[in-house]
């Protein structure tokens, strides 16, 4: 299996190597196999080849069985004619990745934001590749515009198509948990838009009839996660819904550096960090990278399933159960959950915690 690694920017390089550590016991462990090629994105890429994504990487990257991409600071690339290209944006995009999967749950033995007696397990499946994001919905140019100095415009794009495919990954990841979708919007007020995905949803249900389907406005959602976090199961969203509940539900369990993610196509599958690039903790070896060890472990689950590969699946399973064994401890949890352990220790103490069943 051949994995197409991409450090990023800000913290990235740091929380991947200690993931790869992770991963490269994991593969001894259950016989994986995985090979590794290495690319550069973001200020790396700028320095070298001015831009901060080739078209290369992109086209090179449809090839592999896996991709491993780490954190950008595209918010502090130069403009688009300069070079500056969101590269997570790009991924999800050209490669179609359009499902952005981002689970959160609590764990007993670590202090949390939860309210007290509450506890949460959660998948959040957030559609990627069209919303509000103006690199995301035009065909050409930009989603934004401003007409005079004084006004600011923004377009936005929902499509039968988009709606109906995450609305049934969606579905089929209940059929395996507890059998509870919720979908996320704001019909409301977004009466053609949000109208459109909640009539998509609803038309998606009827083909799983076993599962039990509620929507909730996203203003309501927020205050039902502090609330109330046991009554989700799989949530469904567009693009920027998904993204706000998706870093609420992490935080609320412990830290936005414990939620896993993965970006993934029918027939290819990205691991991502779900927290940003931190570049002000850069090269200081203060990252928490468990985000990114659990990404990889989603990553291997997705390959697992897809590839009938039992031992990937296994691996995955291995990878989670090790990572909590490691915050289980508060001797060896990273500075941003009390601790004192830097990242590069982390990922080794997690690689050693990893057993076959």
């Known amino acids: 299996m051949r994995i197409l690694v991409c450090p990023g920017d800000g913290i990235g390089p740091e929380i991947i190597a200690a993931s790869i550590d992770v991963l490269q ?21 700028l320095e070298r080849y001015g831009t901060t994504l080739r078209p290369e990487v992109l086209e090179k990257a449809t090839a592999y069985d896996g991709l491993i991409l780490g954190t950008v600071s595209h ?11 969101n590269v997570s944006a790009a991924f999800r995009r050209d490669l179609d990745l359009y499902a952005n999967v981002r689970p959160s749950r609590t764990r007993p033995f670590l202090t949390s934001n939860m309210r007290e007696g509450k506890t949460m397990d959660l998948v959040i499946m957030r559609e990627a590749t069209e919303g509000f994001y103006p690199d995301r919905n035009m065909h050409l140019g930009w989603g934004e515009m401003m007409p005079s ?7 936005r794009r929902i499509t ?3 709606s109906e495919r995450i609305a049934r990954r969606a579905f089929e990841l209940a059929m395996k948990r507890r059998k509870k979708v919720t979908a996320i919007h704001k019909a409301n007020s977004f009466h053609m838009t949000d109208g459109l995905f909640l009539e998509c949803v609803r038309d998606v249900a009827k083909d799983f009839p076993e599962v039990q389907l509620n929507d909730l406005l996203v ?20 693009n920027f819904y998904g993204d706000i509940i998706s870093d609420l539900a992490a935080e609320l369990s412990g830290s936005l550096g414990l939620g896993g ?4 196509g029918d027939s290819l599958c990205c691991a991502q960090a779900q927290h940003g690039s931190a570049p002000d903790i850069q090269n200081l070896d203060r990252a928490n990278p468990t985000s990114m060890i659990l990404s990889v472990g989603m990553l291997m689950r997705w390959i697992g399933t897809h590839r009938q590969k039992p031992n990937f699946v296994a691996a995955a399973d291995a990878i989670e159960v090790a990572a909590d064994a490691v915050l289980e401890n508060p001797a060896t949890r990273t500075a941003d959950l009390g601790g004192t352990t830097g990242c590069s220790a982390f990922g080794k103490q997690v690689a050693e915690a990893i057993r076959a069943a």
């Open 219 to 238: 203003d309501a959602s927020t205050a039902h996660l502090v609330r109330n976090p046991e009554r989700f199961d799989v949530l469904v969203a567009t």
């Open 149 to 155: 100095k004084d006004m600011a415009l923004s377009v």
């Open 75 to 85: 918010a502090d690339y130069p403009s688009p004619d300069k070079g500056g290209r």
């Open 261 to 264: 993610s993965i970006m993934a």
């Open 25 to 45: 016991k994991a593969d001894r462990t259950f016989n994986l196999e995985l090979q590794y090629d290495y690319e550069d994105i973001g200020f790396a890429s």
């Open 160 to 162: 039968r198509h988009c």
